[in-house]
Antibody, heavy 126, light 110 residues
Framework: QVTLKESGPVLVKPTETLTLTCTVSGFSLSNARVGVSWIRQPPGKALEWLAHIFSNDEKSYSTSLKSRLTISQDTSKSQVVLTMTNMDPVDTATYYC??????????????????WGKGTTVTVSS | SSELTQDPAVSVALGQTVRITCQGDSLRNYYASWYQQKPGQAPVLVIYGQKNRPSGIPDRFSGSSSGNTASLTITGALAEDEADYYCNSRDSSGNHGEVIFGGGTKLTVL
C-alpha cells in the first residue's frame, strides 16, 4: 500500500524558515518516472503546486516561490524535504505531499498525482 | 506561468449528468488530470492522462478534451459526488516542469 505522510511544525513565526518532511512507504523514491510533489491549500482557497522532485533528482519549482523553496530527497530514508524561507502569514495553509507520476502518450509527457498524504496544517503567526 | 480556468460552482440534480470544464493554453500540449476533494480531506485523483480512471474510481467519472478545454463528466451523479473538483496539467509556457492547478469547481448535487 502506497502512503505518504507529512510532518513538520504546526506554528512558525514570520520570517522563519519552514521545514516539512514527507515520508513515503509502499514505493521507492528510486523508481523511474516517479517523484514527490508538494502542494499547499490556504484555508478556503484552491490548491497551489509548490515543487517536485523525481527519482533522477530532477527538480522543479513554482516560479512565484522559487526563490524561497528548496526540495531534496533522501532515498535511504524514503523522505522528501521541502524548505520555505521567510515565512509570512499568507503562507498559512495545509501542505500536502503527493506521489507524482510521469505518463507518456504519443511522445508527450504529462504529470499526475496519484496518491496524496493527509496534509499538515501550518500557521504563520507571531 | 499559464493558467487553468474553471467555473467556480456547478450544480446537478441527483442522477443527472454534469460536465465540469477546465480551460487553458497548456491543455493544447499536455493532458489534464482531475482531483476530487471533499471537506476536510485530501484530494483524490479521479482522472489522469485526460481519460484514464485509477482503480477504485467509479465508471460514472469520465474525462475528455478538445483544443484548450478538458472536461470531467459525471454520468448519474450521486450525493457522494458533492465535492470540489480541481484540474491540473503541466505548464506549457516558460518552465515546462511546472504544474498548474485550476481554481476549482464546487459541485452541488441537488
Amino acid at each position: 500500500q502506497v502512503t505518504l505522510k507529512e510532518s513538520g511544525p504546526v506554528l512558525v513565526k514570520p520570517t522563519e524558515t519552514l521545514t516539512l518532511t514527507c515520508t513515503v512507504s509502499g514505493f521507492s523514491l528510486s523508481n523511474a518516472r516517479v517523484g514527490v510533489s508538494w502542494i499547499r491549500q490556504p484555508p478556503g482557497k484552491a490548491l497551489e503546486w509548490l515543487a517536485h522532485i523525481f527519482s533522477n533528482d530532477e527538480k522543479s519549482y513554482s516560479t512565484s516561490l522559487k526563490s524561497r523553496l528548496t526540495i531534496s530527497q533522501d532515498t535511504s530514508k524514503s523522505q522528501v524535504v521541502l524548505t520555505m524561507t521567510n515565512m509570512d502569514p499568507v503562507d498559512t495553509a495545509t501542505y500536502y505531499c503527493a506521489r507524482i507520476r510521469l505518463g507518456v502518450v504519443g511522445g508527450a509527457y504529462y504529470y499526475y498525482m496519484d496518491v496524496w498524504g493527509k496534509g499538515t496544517t501550518v500557521t504563520v503567526s507571531s | 506561468s499559464s493558467e487553468l480556468t474553471q467555473d467556480p460552482a456547478v450544480s446537478v440534480a441527483l442522477g443527472q449528468t454534469v460536465r465540469i470544464t477546465c480551460q487553458g493554453d497548456s491543455l493544447r500540449n499536455y493532458y489534464a488530470s482531475w482531483y476530487q476533494q471533499k471537506p476536510g480531506q485530501a484530494p483524490v485523483l479521479v482522472i489522469y492522462g485526460q481519460k484514464n480512471r485509477p482503480s477504485g474510481i467509479p465508471d460514472r467519472f469520465s474525462g475528455s478534451s478538445s483544443g484548450n478545454t478538458a472536461s470531467l463528466t459525471i454520468t448519474g451523479a450521486l450525493a457522494e459526488d458533492e465535492a470540489d473538483y480541481y484540474c491540473n496539467s503541466r505548464d506549457s509556457s516558460g518552465n515546462h516542469g511546472e504544474v498548474i492547478f485550476g481554481g476549482g469547481t464546487k459541485l452541488t448535487v441537488l
